[in-house]
């Protein structure tokens, strides 16, 4: 009876490793997926120099933010802003950058790997900037998308439901 577990064990071992072996193998003849795998040549472009931007203004200081609490509030108006990050995906006339939401995700995504906090924000400006531009009454987007584009106002959004702490999806009209 010991002899047979024995052999089913040694069997079942022998088996596992011929599978890993074939599947290792078989990962040879594969590309490896890269950020880039799948992109057209803009995306590219657009991933790599917000990349770099990243690298450049966010991941030196990113550290330090989180450290002291702080938010760098002049980086967003005076460079990520000039760099059309203000307005992913709103319309050029008030100043935004009309990126496609794909375009949109694959910048957030290059500036996150320099800093996720700074780039939460960015998002989450990014959608209330998009909202006015899209659903504000005409007088209103005039006067306040143009500020959000160009990040002179900051948009961010409150979420409070008592009791359910951050699930949206729990919250009552």
């Not at 002179?152 to 009791?163: D, H, Q």
Request: charged residues 25%; aromatic residues 10%; contains cysteine.
């Amino acid at each position: 009876m010991l002899m047979n577990s024995l052999f089913r064990l040694r069997d079942r071992s022998l088996y596992l490793m011929r599978s890993r072996c074939k599947f290792s193998m078989s990962l040879q003849n594969h590309r490896v997926m890269t950020p880039l795998t799948g992109l057209n040549p803009r995306e590219e472009s657009l991933y790599l120099e917000a990349l770099q931007f990243g690298e450049k203004e966010f991941k030196p200081f990113s550290q330090g933010w989180d450290e002291s609490s702080t938010f760098p509030r002049d980086l967003m108006r005076d460079k990520v802003a000039r760099k059309g990050y203000g307005g992913l995906m709103a319309k050029k006339d008030i100043g935004g950058s009309e990126f496609t939401r794909k375009e949109c995700v694959i910048i957030c995504e290059a500036l996150a790997k320099s800093c996720v906090s700074t780039t939460a924000m960015i998002t989450i400006h990014n959608a209330c900037c998009l909202t006015v531009d899209k659903f504000a009454r005409p007088d209103q987007r005039a006067n306040w998308a143009p500020k959000l584009a160009s990040m002179e106002w900051m948009g961010s959004f409150c979420l409070t439901e008592p009791g359910q702490a951050f699930q949206i999806s729990f919250s009552q009209t």
